[in-house]
């Protein structure tokens, strides 16, 4: 059986955020440097299909809300994702995940701090290589201060940091609604919206495609900062299902604004050039602003280049914050070294804010654009969707008498079908994410054996017991993926919707065997009364 331990944490973190800071945490966290990026992205890949893109990945990611809505009040702990993880899997899985969430986290800063320099090359040229999107010597030296003002900031109790934030956000939030007004108004080629037969099939597969790799999940991931900052909140139980499904619906509405005024701006001479695939905009850098300037809106181009730093930078800024809590989770289920724990006397945790600049600082050097790093990032956080729904259901079934603040309607149903989606997501990254996913995980499955062996810990109590689904689970997808089409880097052996269809068939399986190869419900019981005890003092 599976042990419950945790290490004590030095300090505590304080219970300071609102309702109205977690929304707009989340809703800030959303629209950064994806909106700058995300519909260029987009409708290159799914051409008028891009608004389908930004619909669908709404569906999945509300879905993952809707789940997380009733997981995350029943840990109100900073980092809570991460000890969802340990629930019902075990010790490696849970170690696994923890790593898993920390690396994605932390290279958010840094790709929010690549986007506001390549935009900023713009007036201060030399900070990305010449003709090209690679930040330069000086743009690395620039990017390792601008990154250590945004850690700075977060030495701030955290009521200051949602202040803060909460400003940004107002302004995030309306620049992009004056964009998509003054673009609606000045511009609109309802042509544009036409599928031509040639293109059909190919939009409709790069719709998909585009959900996982055109910047769409990526943009809308915001929500988990609510579950994230949930042991920081005053009223965890209300507060945290209403800003998880708000902030879903506030930022979807927005980027489906943002794509459908995106395309109907832009002049079809620039189409009829080289087609959605090939869409560019030359002389200015960043999609908007470009069309603002096509449409003569300079005054808003020039809004555009303030806003390619507020909204990079406020999602920077919140990101090291629930990045930091993630961290302070890792490390209290003994993922991380324990000094990573320590939170001072005004509940800023102090040690994992310095690790998160240095791993961030690291990151800039293999992967110095926005472009690079945002495949890396796609590749982490895929990983984060699949433990939601089997927790939802194993603790559904150990506990049914829990107090759940927000009960999901139809669980059942909804849980298998959001398991689905989330393997879909996978699938549609393409077979180069999954190998370097896999690379990762063997890595990590090696690093943690060979500890355990150093430490002589017992197989049983490392939980390898409760991870065989994972072995048929990865295989299966990148078989699948393997045998998928050209555009998903694939043999061509099935077609997309034949390689969907293995892949939703395999991710039903394999989801009632994790649900059945759980560990013991008592032990779930235990894990979840060690927190009802230390609910309100954890971090």
Same mark, same amino acid.
């Given at each position: 059986?599976?042990?419950?331990?945790?290490?004590?944490?030095?300090?505590?973190?304080?219970?300071?955020?609102?309702?109205?800071?977690?929304?707009?945490?989340?809703?800030?966290?959303?629209?950064?440097?994806?909106?700058?990026?995300?519909?260029?992205?987009?409708?290159?890949?799914?051409?008028?299909?891009?608004?389908?893109?930004?619909?669908?990945?709404?569906?999945?990611?509300?879905? %993952?809300? =809707?789940?997380?809505?009733? /997981?995350?009040?029943?840990?109100?702990? !900073?980092? @809570?994702? #991460?000890? &969802? $993880?340990?629930?019902?899997?075990?010790?490696?899985?849970?170690?696994?995940?923890?790593?898993?969430?920390?690396?994605?986290?932390?290279?958010?800063?840094?790709?929010?701090?690549?986007?506001?320099?390549?935009?900023?090359?713009?007036?201060?040229?030399? %900070?990305? =290589?010449?003709?090209?999107? /690679?930040?330069?010597?000086?743009?690395? !030296?620039? @990017?390792? #201060?601008? &990154? $250590?003002?945004?850690?700075?900031?977060?030495?701030?109790?955290?009521?200051?940091?949602?202040?803060?934030?909460?400003?940004?956000?107002?302004?995030?939030?309306?620049?992009?609604?004056?964009?998509?007004?003054?673009?609606?108004?000045?511009?609109?080629?309802?042509?544009?919206?036409?599928?031509?037969?040639?293109?059909?099939?190919?939009?409709?597969?790069?719709?998909?495609?585009?959900?996982?790799?055109?910047?769409?999940?990526?943009?809308?991931?915001?929500?988990?900062?609510?579950?994230?900052?949930?042991?920081?909140?005053?009223?965890?139980?209300?507060?945290?299902?209403?800003?998880?499904?708000?902030?879903?619906?506030?930022?979807?509405?927005?980027?489906?604004?943002?794509?459908?005024?995106?395309?109907?701006?832009?002049?079809?001479?620039?189409?009829?050039?080289?087609?959605?695939?090939?869409?560019?905009?030359?002389?200015?850098?960043?999609?908007?602003?470009?069309?603002?300037?096509?449409?003569?809106?300079?005054?808003?181009?020039?809004?555009?280049?303030?806003?390619?730093?507020?909204?990079?930078?406020?999602?920077?800024?919140?990101?090291?914050?629930?990045?930091?809590?993630?961290?302070?989770?890792?490390?209290?289920?003994?993922?991380?070294?324990?000094?990573?724990?320590?939170?001072?006397?005004?509940?800023?945790?102090?040690?994992?804010?310095?690790?998160?600049?240095?791993?961030?600082?690291?990151?800039?050097?293999?992967?110095?654009?926005?472009?690079?790093?945002?495949?890396?990032?796609?590749?982490?956080?895929?990983?984060?969707?699949?433990?939601?729904?089997?927790?939802?259901?194993?603790?559904?079934?150990?506990?049914?008498?829990?107090?759940?603040?927000?009960?999901?309607?139809?669980?059942?149903?909804?849980?298998?079908?959001?398991?689905?989606?989330?393997?879909?997501?996978?699938?549609?990254?393409?077979?180069?994410?999954?190998?370097?996913?896999?690379?990762?995980?063997?890595?990590?499955?090696?690093?943690?054996?060979?500890?355990?062996?150093?430490?002589?810990?017992?197989?049983?109590?490392?939980?390898?017991?409760?991870?065989?689904?994972?072995?048929?689970?990865?295989?299966?997808?990148?078989?699948?993926?393997?045998?998928?089409?050209?555009?998903?880097?694939?043999?061509?052996?099935?077609?997309?919707?034949?390689?969907?269809?293995?892949?939703?068939?395999?991710?039903?399986?394999?989801?009632?065997?994790?649900?059945?190869?759980?560990?013991?419900?008592?032990?779930?019981?235990?894990?979840?009364?060690?927190?009802?005890?230390?609910?309100?003092?954890?971090?």
């Amino acid at each position: 059986m599976a042990s419950v331990k945790h290490r004590p944490i030095k300090g505590k973190l304080r219970r300071e955020g609102s309702l109205h800071g977690l929304i707009l945490a989340c809703v800030g966290a959303s629209i950064g440097s994806g909106w700058l990026f995300g519909p260029l992205y987009t409708a290159q890949q799914a051409g008028p299909y891009a608004v389908g893109s930004w619909l669908i990945g709404a569906f999945a990611i509300l879905l %993952l809300a =809707l789940v997380f809505a009733e /997981l995350g009040p029943l840990i109100p702990r !900073a980092g @809570a994702v #991460v000890h &969802l $993880a340990h629930v019902g899997n075990g010790p490696i899985i849970g170690h696994m995940w923890s790593w898993i969430l920390f690396l994605s986290y932390a290279t958010i800063a840094p790709i929010e701090v690549t986007a506001i320099l390549t935009y900023a090359n713009n007036y201060l040229p030399g %900070l990305l =290589l010449q003709h090209s999107d /690679l930040l330069s010597s000086k743009g690395f !030296a620039v @990017a390792l #201060v601008l &990154l $250590a003002f945004f850690v700075a900031i977060n030495f701030l109790v955290v009521r200051w940091v949602l202040k803060i934030n909460n400003g940004a956000t107002w302004w995030k939030i309306s620049i992009p609604v004056l964009t998509v007004g003054v673009l609606l108004a000045t511009s609109w080629h309802s042509g544009n919206f036409v599928v031509h037969a040639r293109n059909a099939t190919a939009d409709v597969h790069g719709m998909f495609v585009a959900v996982a790799t055109g910047g769409v999940i990526f943009s809308l991931l915001g929500f988990r900062h609510a579950i994230d900052l949930a042991g920081e909140s005053k009223n965890p139980k209300r507060d945290v299902p209403i800003a998880v499904i708000a902030s879903v619906l506030i930022a979807s509405g927005i980027y489906i604004a943002l794509q459908v005024a995106f395309i109907g701006a832009i002049q079809p001479a620039d189409l009829a050039a080289g087609g959605w695939q090939h869409l560019q905009f030359s002389g200015i850098n960043g999609p908007f602003a470009a069309l603002a300037a096509a449409v003569g809106a300079g005054w808003l181009a020039v809004l555009l280049y303030v806003d390619a730093f507020v909204s990079p930078g406020g999602t920077a800024l919140i990101y090291t914050t629930t990045a930091a809590r993630v961290t302070l989770a890792t490390a209290d289920t003994g993922a991380l070294p324990k000094w990573v724990a320590h939170i001072n006397r005004h509940g800023v945790p102090w040690a994992s804010l310095i690790l998160l600049y240095v791993v961030g600082a690291i990151f800039f050097f293999p992967f110095p654009s926005w472009q690079k790093m945002v495949g890396y990032i796609a590749s982490m956080t895929v990983l984060s969707y699949i433990i939601g729904p089997i927790a939802l259901i194993q603790l559904r079934r150990a506990m049914p008498d829990l107090e759940r603040p927000f009960r999901l309607w139809a669980a059942p149903v909804i849980a298998p079908l959001t398991f689905v989606v989330a393997s879909w997501i996978v699938f549609w990254a393409g077979l180069n994410t999954l190998n370097f996913i896999f690379g990762t995980l063997f890595a990590l499955l090696i690093l943690y054996a060979l500890t355990g062996i150093w430490r002589k810990g017992r197989w049983s109590a490392m939980g390898w017991q409760y991870m065989w689904w994972i072995i048929p689970y990865f295989l299966g997808l990148w078989g699948i993926s393997w045998l998928s089409p050209a555009i998903l880097g694939g043999t061509g052996v099935l077609g997309f919707f034949s390689g969907m269809a293995a892949v939703a068939i395999l991710s039903l399986l394999i989801f009632y065997v994790a649900i059945h190869q759980a560990v013991a419900d008592s032990t779930m019981r235990a894990y979840m009364h060690h927190f009802s005890k230390r609910g309100s003092s954890g971090p």
